[in-house]
């Protein structure tokens, strides 16, 4: 099995930083990406920021500038560093791996329990 497990959130005032943290674990063939998600109360999950095996990155508009996504070179683990926090970043934070695991490297979608991040304005 694999297991995700995230940490580092809290509560931050306004203009802040965090840095999550998510640490794949398991029987793990190759990671391919790992994404930060959130869910904020009332509203859809959306994507964040996603790091594939090869570095390459994406962010969403609104955290463009401010969040940073990096990892260690096999992606297992990987970090969210949150900048100029915003009250409108309040959200459960997951963690999602795109990865491939067993003797036939088949590929799997796995997600962590979330972590709480809330700003203060």
């Known amino acids: 099995q694999v297991q995700l497990v995230e940490s580092g959130g809290g509560l931050v005032q306004a203009g802040g930083s965090l840095r999550l943290s998510c640490a794949a674990s398991g029987s793990i063939l190759r990671i391919n990406s790992m994404a930060w998600y959130r869910q904020a109360p009332g509203k859809e999950r959306e994507l964040v920021a996603l790091?594939?095996?090869?570095?390459?990155?994406n962010y969403a508009d609104s955290a463009k500038g401010r969040f940073t996504i990096s990892g260690n070179n096999a992606k297992t683990t990987v970090y969210l560093q949150m900048n100029s926090l915003k009250p409108e970043d309040t959200a459960v934070y997951y963690c999602?791996?795109?990865?491939?695991?067993?003797?036939?490297?088949?590929?799997?979608?796995?997600w962590g329990q979330g972590t709480q991040v809330t700003v203060s304005s």
């Open positions: 999602n791996a795109d990865l491939q695991r067993g003797p036939w490297g088949f590929q799997y979608n796995y």
């Open positions: 790091i594939t095996s090869g570095d390459n990155t």
